[in-house]
C-alpha cells in the first residue's frame, strides 16, 4: 500500500536540511510504529519518496512524501498519529491512498506557489517592478550550470506575480518548474538587479502550493485537510 503525505514545515525546522528531513521522517515513521515497506539489498532502506527540494531556510505548507508500507493502513487518524511522531513544526496537513499508474512526486508538479517577504524593498519599488516583469516581453537572467554561464529568457517560468496588500513588502508568485524552472531567489535577482545580495534581500520565503496539470488544468497536487497553527514565517520567526 502506497500512500501520499502533505505536510508542513515551520518555524526552527525550516534551517533542517531535505537529507535531516528524509532521517526525521524514517525516524518519526518508527516511532509511530507504522509497517513501512524496505528496499532490498545490502542496505535496505524504508521506502519513501520525496517531492522537489525546499531551499534552505523556507518554510513551507506544501511538502510531500509518498510512503510504502508493507502491509495495509487505516487512514482514518494515521495523519494525527504522523504528526505526534514528527518534530515541532512538521504537521501532517493530508493523507491519501496513492494508485498504480500516478507519476511520482518529482515528475508530476509543473508549477509552485511562493510568498517572499523582501528587506530594503519598498512597496512603490516592488509594485513598479511587478508591474515592469508582468508587461515584459523578454527577462533575461544571467545563472551559471555545470561550470558554464548562461543568458535565459525566464519571462515564461512566472505564471503569476503581484504584491500582497499591507505594509511589508510581499509578493506572491507562482513559478514554473519544468525544465529549469525558476528559483524565487532568481526571481528577486531578476526582478532588482541593482539590490545587492539577494539573500539580504529575501527577508522570509514559503511556499504555500505545489500544482499539477490534468487536461490542461492546474490543480492542487492534495488539497489540505487539516489546518496548522497560524505560521509566522512572513515576520522571520
Not at 23 to 39: G, H, M, Q, T
Not at 172 to 180: D, F, K, N, Q, S
Not at 220 to 228: D, I, N, R, S
Request: aromatic share 6%; glycine share 8%; proline share 5%.
Amino acid at each position: 500500500m502506497k500512500v501520499r503525505i502533505r505536510y508542513s514545515k515551520l518555524g526552527k525546522v525550516r534551517f533542517v536540511g531535505n537529507l535531516d528531513v528524509t532521517r526525521i521522517w524514517e525516524r518519526s515513521l518508527r516511532k509511530a510504529a507504522l509497517p513501512v515497506a524496505y528496499s532490498t539489498g545490502f542496505s535496505p532502506r524504508p521506502r519513501l519518496s520525496f517531492g522537489l527540494a525546499l531551499p534552505m531556510a523556507a518554510g513551507s505548507l506544501a511538502e510531500y512524501v509518498d510512503i510504502e508500507f508493507a502491509t495495509d493502513v487505516e487512514l482514518d487518524g494515521l495523519a494525527g498519529r504522523l504528526s505526534e511522531a514528527l518534530p515541532v513544526g512538521f504537521d501532517v496537513m493530508a493523507v491519501a491512498q496513492k494508485f498504480p499508474g500516478q507519476v511520482s512526486l518529482q515528475e508530476d508538479v509543473v508549477a509552485c506557489d511562493w510568498e517572499l517577504e523582501l528587506d530594503g524593498i519598498t512597496v512603490a519599488a516592488a509594485t513598479a517592478a511587478v508591474d515592469a516583469a508582468m508587461s515584459a516581453p523578454h527577462l533575461l537572467l544571467e545563472r551559471e550550470r555545470k561550470g558554464e554561464r548562461r543568458t535565459d529568457d525566464v519571462r515564461g517560468s512566472i505564471e503569476s506575480l503581484s504584491l500582497r496588500p499591507g505594509e511589508r513588502t510581499v509578493l506572491t508568485a507562482r513559478l514554473a518548474t519544468v525544465g529549469r524552472g525558476l528559483r524565487p531567489t532568481e526571481l528577486v535577482a531578476v526582478m532588482f538587479p541593482d539590490s545587492g545580495d539577494v539573500t539580504d534581500t529575501v527577508r522570509s520565503l514559503l511556499r504555500t502550493e505545489q500544482w499539477i496539470e490534468r487536461d490542461g488544468a492546474r490543480q492542487e497536487l492534495l488539497p489540505a485537510q487539516f489546518t496548522v497553527a497560524a505560521h509566522t514565517e512572513l515576520v522571520g520567526a
